[in-house]
């Protein structure tokens, strides 16, 4: 069974960072486009940053300049550094994994930016 555990969520205060953790399992992990999405009380779920499995990087505006997504596939898992947290940044994270039609979720991981 595939596995997407993710790690890392804290309370933080304003400023101050993180780094998210997702450490995946029974999956061919380097060919598996990684991304981070989230989702707040209230909205919808939204990406924040993928990673091709060829080594490409996107971010959303919001979090341009302060995010970085990296991965790792010999540990088979991808990070998420959080620099420079807003309250707005405030929301269950989620470990994403696509290869084509495939996909796999993790459970999510709570952050909370408040001072």
């Known amino acids: 069974q595939v596995q997407l555990v993710e790690s890392g969520g804290d309370l933080v205060q304003p400023g101050g960072s993180l780094r998210l953790s997702c450490t995946a399992s029974?999956?061919?992990?380097?060919?598996?486009?990684m991304a981070w999405y989230r989702q707040a009380p209230g909205r919808q779920r939204e990406l924040v940053a993928g990673?091709?499995?060829?080594?490409?990087?996107n971010y959303a505006d919001s979090v341009k300049g302060r995010f970085t997504i990296s991965r790792d596939n010999g540990k088979t898992t991808v990070y998420l550094q959080m620099n420079n947290l807003k309250p707005e940044d405030t929301a269950v994270y989620y470990c994403?994994?696509?290869?084509?039609?495939?996909?796999?979720w993790g459970q999510g991981t709570q952050v909370t930016v408040s001072s």
């Open positions: 990673n091709t499995s060829g080594g490409n990087s």
């Open positions: 994403n994994a696509k290869w084509g039609y495939t996909q796999y």
């Open positions: 029974r999956i061919t992990f380097n060919i598996y486009n």
